[in-house]
């Protein structure tokens, strides 16, 4: 069942969707620089790195910056200047974070206005990954508030839903958690699926569950787990 599952997909493939990533505190620049030249190597989609690290050269690569990370307690306001700033300091992609409390205590609106308010910052044409925390959510709502999340950053301009930033204690990406997901949001809203993402095994469950993009700091690992061709 294992090599059943990760030959559906070429190594290729799968570097085409991922975010090789480097959100680590203790990143430095010279960190950074290396893991946009790994990036180029893999050739994976895009580089998502903290905003200080901003302005850099990615090169094929888009730029992928983080807004309201690691807590999503930022003001609305907070996390839409954080965005715009790393879009005019040539990010392409924003990975925001909702208020978690907020969509636990189901004050679904707020988890609109907060991604509005980032989606009107950074304007129409950036991509907007919505990390909700899923695991969280499933521990402390359940199931619903996943979806009532994932529609609400839908309706509300994501271009993605994404499951979590690896930082929270209730765990990070799940296959539940990417069917539930998938199942809330119409197809041209993509689903990111990141935290603890580190075999090519659970990185093709999660493809087959309807992850459209991976969020990967061993991506060099993950990949080796699959064929060239």
Do not use: N
């Not at 392409?92 to 974070?97: F, N, Y």
């Not at 707020?110 to 969280?136: H, M, N």
């Amino acid at each position: 069942m294992t090599e059943s599952i990760t030959s559906q997909y070429t190594r290729r493939q799968v570097a085409a969707i991922v975010d090789h990533t480097l959100l680590k505190p203790e990143a430095t620049r010279a960190d950074a620089d290396a893991t946009v030249a790994e990036a180029a190597e893999l050739g994976v989609a895009a580089v998502c790195l903290s905003p200080s690290m901003l302005p850099i050269d990615t090169g094929h690569q888009a730029t992928c910056v983080v807004a309201g990370f690691p807590s999503g307690k930022h003001h609305s306001l907070v996390k839409a200047a954080e965005a715009r700033l790393a879009v005019d300091s040539g990010a392409h992609e924003i990975d925001m974070v909702i208020d978690v409390g907020a969509a636990v205590a189901g004050h679904y609106d707020e988890i609109f206005a907060d991604v509005l308010t980032v989606r009107e910052a950074v304007g129409p044409e950036v991509v907007l990954k919505v990390i909700i925390e899923s695991a969280a959510l499933l521990e402390f709502s359940g199931p619903d508030c996943v979806t009532q999340v994932c529609v609400k950053a839908a309706a509300a301009g994501a271009s993605m839903v994404k499951t979590s930033t690896g930082f929270h204690p209730s765990g990070g990406a799940s296959v539940e958690a990417v069917r539930l997901m998938r199942a809330a949001v119409p197809g041209r809203v993509g689903i990111k699926a990141s935290g603890g993402i580190r075999t090519a095994e659970f990185a093709a469950e999660l493809i087959a569950a309807g992850a459209t993009r991976l969020g990967l700091s061993g991506t060099r690992a993950v990949l080796d787990g699959f064929d060239d061709v």
